[in-house]
């Protein structure tokens, strides 16, 4: 793990530092990376909706060429 210091609310920290222990929390900074990770999780879901989202608009925006119009009208049965 790679170590970073953040910033929080001092309202937050008080909290955390109260609760951490009653919501079963090994430690402080346990506590900080479960949360930092919920947050991320929830990110990347988001980043993947809007990158779904984009990518159904340019699928939609394209212009197809159809790769069977040639063959369209043969009978293939009586060949």
Not at 26 to 31: A, D, G, T
Not at 41 to 69: C, W
Request: charged content about 40%; hydrophobic content about 35%; overall charge positive.
């Amino acid at each position: 793990m790679i170590q970073n210091k953040i910033q929080i609310d001092e309202k937050d920290l008080e909290f955390i530092q109260k609760a951490y222990k009653l919501l079963s929390y090994k430690s402080l900074s346990h506590y900080m990376r479960e949360a930092v990770r919920a947050k991320v999780r929830e990110d990347r879901k988001k980043l993947r909706a809007i990158q779904r989202k984009r990518a159904m608009e340019q699928i939609g925006a394209g212009v197809y060429q159809n790769h069977f119009e040639g063959l369209e009208g043969e009978d293939f049965e009586d060949r």
